[in-house]
Each structure stands twice: as C-alpha cells, then as structure tokens.
C-alpha cells in the first residue's frame, strides 16, 4: 500500500521549544517537499528536496530545518527562531521530473502557545 | 512561475455541471496546467492536468482554450462530496516548485 504518512497528526508545543515532523513515502519518489496551509490561505512552500543529501529553501524557509538523508525520509524542524509556527504543515513527493503532479500525505496540525 | 487568478468561492446545487475558469495570462510555451482538489484538514489531490485543447478523466475534464491564457475545469454533476476547495496551477514541466493561491471553494447545496 503506497503513500506518504505525516505523524502525528496534531502536535501541542510550548513556545520556545524546536519540534520535529515526520514524513515518511514508500513512492520511490525523488522529489519530497514541505508545505504550510494558514486558515484560508493556499500553500506556502518552506522546502524541497530533489534528491538524497540535497535540499532547497522554498519561499518561507526562516525558522525551519530540513534533512534528507533517506529516499523515503523528509523530516521538517521547526525551531523556536519560527516567530508564527502554528500552521498546518503538509508533506509531498514527486516523481522526478514531473514535479506537478505532487502526492500529498495527510499533514501535521502544529498548535504552539 | 505563471500567476493565476480564479474566483474565490462558488455554490452549486447537486447534479449539476460546474465549471471553474482560471487565467494565467503570462503562461510560459512549456508550462502546464495542472489542478488540484483540497478537503479540509486533508492535503490536496491531483485532479487533472493538461497542455492545450481538452483533457478529460474519470473525474473531471479540462479545456485549454489556443491562446493558453485561461482554462476551465469541469466537474460533472457535482455532489455534496465535491465540496472542496479547487486550485489551478500554471509550472514548466519537471519544475520543482508549485505556487497553490487561494483556490476556489466550491460549495454543493442539496
């Protein structure tokens, strides 16, 4: 059963504290990506990853930390330097090359007061 | 990366055709346009994609008028399922980033 998992799937943190997200596919994809959704908004994209051991800052990349050093791993940090981290944070993959066509996993509710 | 602009919101009632339209005046010759469906609390899904002329697929089809410059998405006879909101994507081929703007949200009414 292919896709991609995003745990948990709401999240509580204090402020000031660095909390890590998961996603995990089992697509075989190159491509792993990180979104943001705001109440009402559409997607802001944080980071990307094109391969393994390479990654890309997106258009909000401030207060955030990738790594990819599995195909089927992309954790996301979000660390106390994020000044608005509440947000609901997707994952996606992509085959390589034909980066429009993005699967999305079931994503993160981050709540932090 | 193309912009596009799309109506914020839509209401239908259940069974019948409704149609999306998109522009994207400044689309790039090796740009497609690619949609996507969002239930809340859930990430998008891939709806259709297209080039020029007419797409369709099992759930929708997309018509690409010559000029490229506007598109329209067609969901026959919607259902209180199709409630979401529906984004229209312009990006290059093998492009890497997507920009998802506020989408449409259609509302089905019984």
């Known amino acids: 059963d292919g896709g991609i998992t995003q745990s948990p799937k709401y999240l509580f943190r204090k402020e000031g504290q660095n909390v890590t997200l998961s996603c995990e596919q089992n697509?075989?994809?190159?491509?792993m990506y990180w979104y943001r959704q705001d109440p009402g908004q559409g997607l802001r994209l944080i980071y990307y990853?094109?391969?393994?051991?390479?990654?890309q800052k997106g258009d909000i990349a401030e207060g955030y930390s990738v790594s990819r050093e599995k195909k089927e791993s992309f954790p996301l940090t979000v660390t106390s330097a994020q000044k608005n981290p509440t947000a609901f944070y997707l994952c996606a993959s992509a085959p390589s090359r034909v980066g429009y066509e993005q699967y999305f996993g079931p994503g993160t509710r981050l709540t932090v007061t | 990366l193309a912009k596009t602009t799309q109506p914020i919101s839509m209401d239908s009632y259940e069974g019948q055709e409704v149609n999306i339209t998109c522009s994207h005046n400044n689309i790039a010759t090796n740009d497609y346009i690619t949609w996507y469906q969002q239930f809340p609390s859930q990430g998008p899904r891939f709806i259709i994609q297209g080039y020029k002329t007419k797409v369709t697929n099992e759930v929708a089809s997309l018509f690409i008028p010559a000029d490229r410059k506007s598109s329209t998405l067609s969901l026959p006879r919607v259902s209180l399922s199709d409630t979401a909101v529906y984004y229209c994507?312009?990006?290059?081929?093998?492009?890497?980033?997507?920009?998802f703007g506020k989408g449409t949200k259609l509302s089905v009414i019984p």
């Open positions: 994507l312009v990006a290059g081929a093998g492009s890497y980033q997507l920009t």
């Open positions: 697509l075989n994809h190159d491509a």
């Open positions: 990853s094109q391969i393994v051991n390479d990654f």
